[in-house]
């Protein structure tokens, strides 16, 4: 996955991220090129499925941490809604 351009990481990495929170955590801790992708906007609008269980987990680490810090940046509709509610 090296060679591969950004957009075409980006979208894997959008559905990665739509598809399963622990797939992308697992795919962000792969190299450091894949954890700066995974820090674009797009890829935080893209993530969806999980927010429930990501805002209703007991054992908040660091990077989960962030990451919910990243989605409520970068306006990701359906954390916002469910976080504010």
Not at 36 to 62: H, K, P, Q, W
């Amino acid at each position: 996955m090296d060679f591969l351009s950004d957009d075409l990481l980006i979208n894997i990495v959008a559905r990665v991220a739509a598809h399963s929170m622990h797939d992308l955590f697992y795919f962000q801790r792969t190299n450091k090129r894949h954890a700066a992708i995974c820090r674009e906007a797009a890829f935080s609008r893209a993530f969806g499925n999980d927010v429930i269980a990501l805002l209703t987990d007991l054992c908040m680490t660091y990077p989960k941490l962030d990451f919910m810090n990243r989605l409520w940046a970068h306006g990701n509709h359906m954390f916002c809604i469910i976080r504010c509610s």
